[in-house]
C-alpha cells in the first residue's frame, strides 16, 4: 500500500499508477496547450497591415548598383549542384557588381561538375568561382565564414543546393537595404516538388504557415524573427558586428539571427518573395533536416536565452523569443502524450473518474483547433481550394505526431549538451532518391516509429474494449503519423515523372533553358 495524501489514505498499487498516469496526463496538456493557443496569437499579429511594397530597383537604395556576393554552400549536392549555379549565375544585376562564390566541401564528383560549370559562366563574364575545403571544419557555419573572408560585396545573398531562384530574386530583395538599420531581409520559400506525395504536400503547408503566418506575426508584431539559412540577403556589417558565423550549434542561421537582432539590427520578412526550392521526398531525408533542426534549436535557445532575457527588450519581444527558441520542447512533450492517452483513461476509470469520459475529446478538440484554424489560414494564403486544403491539413496533423517520437532523442540531446554531427538534408534534384541518402543505411528511426505505431494500435484495442471512445481521435491521429512515417507510404512519382515536373518548375521560375558546357 501507498500512502497519497488527499485520496484518502493508503492506495493499492493500481489506484497510485493511476494517478500517476492522471498527473503525469495532466501536466503534460498543461505544458502543449500553451503552444497550440501561441500559434493563434502569431494568426493574429499576421493580419496587422504590411509596409508598403519596396519597389523593385537595380540598387539598395543608392544611385549606382552595389555589390553582391552570392554564396552557395554545397556539400556532396551532384544532383542539383549545376542548376543552382545556372540560376545564380542568372540573376539579374550588372555583372561588374555580382560575386558568385560556390563554397564546395565535397568528397564526391561534386567538385568536378561545379568547376566545370563555373567555367562555363566565366567564358560569358559572370565571376563565379569554386571555394572547395578539403576539410570540413565548422561545417555549414565554417563555410560560410571561409568565403566570407574573400567576399567582394557589402551585401551577401546566401542559396541553399535545392533553391532555385528567379532572376529577379536581387532586384527585389536589394530596395529593403535602402534603410541602413536593416541587416537581413529574409525571402519565403516556394515548393518545386510539393505535389509529389503527402509527405511533400504536409511539408509544403508547415513551412506556408512558417513564413505566411508564424515569421509575419513575428515580423509585423515587432518581434524577432530567424533568418532561415537560406534565401535571405544579408548586409555584409550586421554580419561581422554580429560576430560573424559561429558553428557551436546545429543552426548557426538562428544563432547569428538573435546575435544581429540582439546588437540592434532590423530584420525585414519579404513573403511576397518566393524562392522555389526542393522539399525532403523521403521519410528518411525530412528526419536528418528535422533532427538537426530540433538539436540546434535547443542549443541556440541554451546559447543565447540568458542573454536576451537579462537584456532591456520588451517583455513581449522577450516571451515570444522564449516560445520560438524552445518550440521544439513540443516534441518530446507530444510522444509522452501519446504514450498516457490510454493510461490516463484507464486510471480514471479505476480512480471513479468515468463522469469525465469527455475530457479526451475536448482536450482533443482543444489541442488540434488551433492546428487547423492555423494551417488552414496558410493554406488560403496559397489560395488552396478547401477540399485540398482539408487533405493538407490532415497530413500536416499526423506528420507533426509523427515526428514527435523521432524527434524527441535530439530534442533531449541538445538540452543534455551533447551534440549530433552536422548532416546536411540529402537533396534527389528530380531523382527517384538521393544517392547520399541511398549510401546510408536504411531509415534509422523507422523501427521506433513502428513500434510507437504498434503501441498505439494496441491502446486503440484497449480504448474500444474498455469504452474509452474519446480517447479514440488522439489513438487514431497518432497512430496514422507514425505508421506513415514507418511504413514509408510516401508514394513517389516515377523517376522521370518527377524530374520533369521539377524541371519544368526551374525553366519557368528561372525562364531560361540551361547553359551548355
Not at 169 to 175: A, E, G, I, Q, V
Not at 186 to 197: K, P
Not at 239 to 249: E, F, P
Given at each position: 500500500m501507498i500512502d497519497l495524501p488527499g485520496f484518502g489514505g493508503a492506495l493499492g498499487l493500481t489506484e497510485a499508477l493511476s494517478v500517476a498516469a492522471v498527473s503525469l496526463y495532466a501536466l503534460v496538456l498543461a505544458l502543449l496547450?500553451?503552444?497550440?493557443?501561441?500559434?493563434?496569437?502569431?494568426?493574429?499579429?499576421?493580419?496587422?497591415?504590411?509596409?508598403?511594397?519596396?519597389?523593385?530597383?537595380?540598387?539598395?537604395?543608392?544611385?549606382?548598383?552595389p555589390r553582391v556576393t552570392v554564396q552557395l554552400p554545397v556539400f556532396n549536392e551532384k544532383h542539383v549542384v549545376e542548376r543552382l549555379i545556372d540560376a545564380a549565375c542568372r540573376l539579374s544585376h550588372p555583372r561588374t557588381h555580382l560575386q558568385i562564390q560556390v563554397l564546395d566541401d565535397s568528397t564526391d564528383e561534386t567538385t568536378a561538375l561545379a568547376v566545370r560549370r563555373a567555367r562555363a559562366w566565366r567564358r560569358r563574364g559572370v565571376d563565379v568561382t569554386v571555394l572547395h575545403r578539403a576539410e570540413r571544419t565548422g561545417y555549414k557555419a565554417g563555410a560560410l565564414a571561409a568565403g566570407l573572408e574573400s567576399a567582394k560585396g557589402e551585401y551577401v545573398l546566401i542559396l541553399d543546393a535545392d533553391f532555385v531562384p528567379g532572376?529577379?530574386?536581387?532586384?527585389?530583395?536589394?530596395?529593403?537595404?535602402?534603410?541602413?538599420?536593416?541587416?537581413?531581409?529574409?525571402?519565403?520559400?516556394?515548393?518545386?516538388?510539393?505535389?509529389?506525395?503527402?509527405?511533400?504536400?504536409?511539408?509544403?503547408?508547415?513551412?506556408d504557415g512558417h513564413f505566411f503566418l508564424e515569421q509575419r506575426g513575428r515580423y509585423l508584431g515587432g518581434r524577432f524573427f530567424n533568418f532561415n539559412g537560406t534565401?535571405?540577403?544579408?548586409?555584409?556589417?550586421?554580419?561581422?558586428?554580429?560576430?560573424?558565423?559561429?558553428?557551436?550549434?546545429?543552426?548557426?542561421d538562428l544563432d547569428i539571427s538573435y546575435r544581429a537582432q540582439m546588437a540592434g539590427w532590423r530584420f525585414v520578412l519579404r513573403d511576397d518573395v518566393g524562392v522555389p526550392a526542393e522539399l525532403p521526398n523521403s521519410p528518411a531525408s525530412l528526419l536528418v533536416q528535422q533532427r538537426r533542426w530540433s538539436q540546434g534549436g535547443v542549443q541556440t535557445a541554451r546559447k543565447v536565452l540568458p542573454r536576451l532575457l537579462r537584456a532591456p527588450f520588451r517583455p513581449a519581444l522577450k516571451f515570444?523569443?522564449?516560445?520560438?527558441?524552445?518550440?521544439?520542447?513540443?516534441?518530446?512533450?507530444?510522444?509522452?502524450?501519446?504514450?498516457?492517452?490510454?493510461?490516463?483513461?484507464?486510471?480514471r476509470r479505476v480512480l471513479g473518474m468515468d463522469g469525465l469520459w469527455w475530457l479526451d475529446l475536448a482536450l482533443f478538440l482543444a489541442a488540434t483547433a488551433p492546428f487547423i484554424v492555423f494551417y488552414s489560414a496558410a493554406a488560403r494564403r496559397r489560395g488552396r481550394t478547401a477540399g485540398r486544403t482539408a487533405r493538407g491539413v490532415a497530413g500536416t496533423l499526423a506528420l507533426g505526431a509523427g515526428l514527435s517520437v523521432l524527434l524527441s532523442r535530439a530534442v533531449l540531446r541538445g538540452l543534455w549538451r551533447l551534440r549530433?554531427?552536422?548532416?546536411?538534408?540529402?537533396?534527389?534534384?528530380?531523382?527517384?532518391?538521393?544517392?547520399?541518402?541511398?549510401?546510408?543505411?536504411?531509415?534509422?528511426?523507422?523501427?521506433?516509429?513502428?513500434g510507437a505505431g504498434v503501441f498505439m494500435l494496441m491502446s486503440g484495442v484497449v480504448a474500444v474494449a474498455g469504452g474509452q471512445w474519446g480517447s479514440l481521435p488522439f489513438v487514431a491521429l497518432f497512430a496514422a503519423g507514425y505508421l506513415s512515417l514507418a511504413l514509408g507510404t510516401t508514394v513517389h512519382r516515377s523517376m522521370s515523372q518527377t524530374g520533369s515536373h521539377i524541371a519544368a518548375r526551374v525553366q519557368a521560375g528561372c525562364g531560361q533553358t540551361p547553359v551548355a558546357s
Open positions: 496547450l500553451p503552444f497550440a493557443g501561441h500559434r493563434l496569437s502569431l494568426l493574429l499579429l499576421s493580419r496587422r497591415r504590411a509596409p508598403s511594397t519596396y519597389a523593385p530597383t537595380a540598387g539598395g537604395g543608392g544611385t549606382s548598383p532572376p529577379d530574386l536581387l532586384r527585389r530583395l536589394l530596395p529593403t537595404m535602402a534603410d541602413p538599420r536593416v541587416g537581413m531581409v529574409q525571402a519565403r520559400w516556394d515548393h518545386l516538388n510539393e505535389d509529389e506525395s503527402w509527405l511533400t504536400r504536409a511539408q509544403a503547408l508547415l513551412l534565401a535571405g540577403l544579408w548586409r555584409r556589417e550586421a554580419l561581422v558586428d554580429a560576430g560573424g558565423w559561429q558553428s557551436d550549434t546545429l543552426t548557426e515570444e523569443a522564449f516560445v520560438h527558441l524552445c518550440g521544439h520542447l513540443a516534441h518530446p512533450l507530444t510522444f509522452a502524450l501519446s504514450l498516457l492517452i490510454v493510461p490516463s483513461a484507464l486510471g549530433d554531427p552536422f548532416e546536411r538534408t540529402p537533396k534527389a534534384g528530380g531523382a527517384r532518391r538521393s544517392s547520399y541518402e541511398a549510401s546510408r543505411s536504411g531509415f534509422p528511426g523507422r523501427g521506433l516509429a513502428l
